[in-house]
């Protein structure tokens, strides 16, 4: 669907739902980034998964990406509380390993790929850079990182901690980073927010999430359209 038509079809939608509605749409839009993007590798525990979706939609971030070599991630409704339905979830189950095609993809689109991990090539979470696009790695709840991402990551990050047990849970660790690198995108690069074309197409799957038989609407927009 071209960008044009795509905008026909949002001015169309927003008939469906009240002023209210609409506004509360844009208002979320409007603090949404790209900017940082969430990267799970082969988490198996639902509600951790799930909590991490939680996080990513309170903090703004809207790119999360499974990658599920071993692992059907599900989302557990409880935890995330229709989270997912306001989020941009990438699954990366096609080939046999499928951490490399996905960290190289996003390589691609021009993020660097930033591993959390307690090693001592980690630098403070802190300390790392949030001028360039990042994408986020946390490893399996008990093994960490794999060692394709090991590999592939241009950054090692920690969150430090001062007491006995060795690392937060993981939910807790996606949290803690997202709200420190969050908030210092938010407070120093201009362009955090999504692109206008970025904006339409999230926009438009939310106009549908919104509106019950939005298919049904839809089809009998486009062919009125023919």
Known sequence: MDRELKQSLCNYLEGFISENRKARLNAVLSERTAHLRIVLENIYQAHNASAVLRSCDCFGIQHVHFIENRNNLKISDDVALGSSNWLSIHRHREAGNNTV????ELKQQGYRIVATTPHEKSQP???LPVDKKLALVFGTEMHGISE???QTADEFVYIPMFGFT???NISVSAALCMHELSTRIRSTVSDFRL???EKLDVYYNWLCQSIGQSEGI???FLNDKK
Do not use: T, Y
């Open 166 to 168: 060795e690392s937060f």
């Open 101 to 104: 095609m996905a960290l190289q």
């Open 195 to 197: 692109s206008p074309d």
């Open 125 to 127: 979470l802190s300390s």
């Open 148 to 150: 394709e991402v090991w």
């Open 218 to 220: 839809i089809k009998s």
